[in-house]
């Protein structure tokens, strides 16, 4: 019995992790669907393509709540120098009370750079109302500006730029996104916004940092005497947190968002070397919900969509027949696209990718194609010469299309060509040839008895003077 015993544990220990395993697979093998998502806007772009790879409510006004940092971080990258040494000032005491802190002190120095880090990493209200003041100061050129009118000025620039870079939806009225009726954005926008930020390097580097620390120093570097205090912030982003379930080895940023007006936000980026997207969720209804959607979405881009070309400039996309009207000698020739074509598919879309070629209706020799079920053109062709056009389309809907050219001259004519041509014209038109003959005939008639009769009357007149 006790052999019986050890046997069976012996295999229920054994086949205890393949049903792990299985159990696992299944879980992992589970098809996402967009339908599943909770946020209330959506939107998944491939940023290199601009492609929109999945949308929902995306143009819907919505509060983003600090994922506003991402606007404010672009104007600063645009208009400071990282390098330099700034003085916080007493634009922090405007943080509210219940606002997330970089825990920044009147007084303290450091480089715009970490005062990005500042910002940008634990979501600083207070950085954000002094990333204002230095931009704001910086270019009016007036560094005694008050805090006031630079924060006021930093305003219309935030709008001006979001409009300036097609974020025509958005209007800001702070540099945090503390919550107010009249600071709103869409998803699209947001986008808009993050995809401009994400083209500097200061700025792609910093949402991608984990963790920043800085050291408390006195003295001088670079030429001035400047005062470090230390702080420690960590990245809200638990995309890039490899101890949160929500970790996700390919993401590269980029800024959480949350009020109790807006819900919970959040713009997430991944890459994978081909691919680079960018997804944001606005009003998840649960933390969460928001990190389950975001990366959901990452994966989905990267996993299932890929670049295709779908036609490529001066690259043969058929060949076609063409001969001459009275002869029977025929020559095939390639056609090439004048244009080229790549974008983001799906990975099942593209076996469904249709190809149509319209061919030029007067080129085409009807009876050739009547007695051979064929096309064959009718030449001469000459190299470059429009022959037709190549439509591409997915699901009815048209992707690209492009004309085709010759890729040579084919079928001069010679002389015996052209009587040929000569007598089919005058034979396929012989109707509006016998009504000109009339015509002229008649026209003939006419002058010949108009002439005539002005002879005549010419002579009475010779003979009654007599």
């Not at 713009?267 to 975001?294: F, H, K």
């Not at 001969?323 to 056609?335: C, L, M, N, P, Q």
């Amino acid at each position: 019995m006790k052999r019986v015993l050890c046997v069976l544990l012996a295999i229920y220990i054994l086949i205890q992790p393949i049903c792990i395993f299985a159990e696992g697979a299944t879980s992992d093998s589970k098809v996402f669907d967009p339908a599943d998502l909770k946020s209330e806007a959506v939107i998944l772009v491939e940023t290199g393509s601009g492609e929109i790879l999945y949308s929902k409510n995306e143009n819907k006004k919505m509060y983003p709540a600090s994922m506003t940092k991402i606007m404010t971080a672009l104007l600063a990258v645009e208009n400071l120098d990282m390098k330099e040494v700034i003085t916080v000032g007493s634009e922090i005491n405007l943080m509210e009370l219940d606002a997330s802190s970089a825990g920044l002190r009147r007084g303290e120095q450091m480089t715009n750079e970490d005062l990005l880090r500042a910002l940008l990493i634990p979501s600083g209200n207070d950085a954000a109302y002094t990333v204002a003041v230095q931009v704001a100061r910086k270019v009016t050129g007036d560094s005694s500006l008050s805090i006031e009118k630079a924060l006021d000025y930093f305003y219309e620039m935030m709008n001006k730029r979001a409009k300036e870079i097609g974020a025509v939806n958005s209007n800001f009225v702070n540099p945090h996104g503390y919550h107010d009726d009249n600071h709103y954005t869409t998803a699209y926008d947001q986008y808009i916004i993050a995809r401009e930020a994400m083209k500097h390097e200061v700025f792609r580097n910093i949402v991608k940092t984990r963790s920043y620390s800085t050291e408390e120093s006195s003295g001088a570097d670079g030429g001035e005497s400047i005062k470090r205090l230390p702080h420690q912030w960590y990245n809200r982003n638990l995309m890039l947190n490899k101890n949160s379930k929500y970790y996700y080895e390919l993401a590269t940023g980029i800024k959480t968002g949350y009020t109790s007006d807006s819900g919970y936000c959040l713009v997430s980026s991944a890459s994978n070397g081909n691919l680079n997207v960018i997804a944001v969720v606005m009003n998840a209804p649960t933390d969460e919900a928001r990190w389950e959607d975001s990366k959901n979405l990452l994966k989905y881009g990267l996993e299932n969509f890929e670049f295709h070309t779908v036609l490529k400039k001066e690259q043969a996309v058929t060949n076609v027949k063409v001969g001459k009207r009275f002869r029977s000698k025929t020559e095939d020739i390639a056609v090439v696209s004048d244009k080229e074509y790549t974008s983001v598919f799906n990975k099942n879309d593209i076996p469904n990718i249709k190809e149509n070629i319209v061919w030029n209706e007067e080129l085409i020799d009807k009876k050739y194609e009547e007695k051979h079920g064929s096309v064959r053109l009718l030449g001469p062709v000459t190299k470059g010469q429009v022959l037709g056009k190549v439509i591409y389309t997915l699901n009815d809907k048209t992707i690209v299309e492009s004309d085709l050219l010759a890729i040579k001259d084919a079928m001069e004519l010679d002389v015996f060509d052209h009587v040929l041509n000569a007598g089919y014209f005058v034979a396929s038109h012989w109707k509006v040839f016998a009504i000109s003959i009339i015509a002229l005939a008649a026209l003939i008639v006419i002058l010949r008895v108009a002439a005539l009769r002005k002879r005549k009357k010419k002579s009475q007149w010779s003979y009654r003077n007599y």
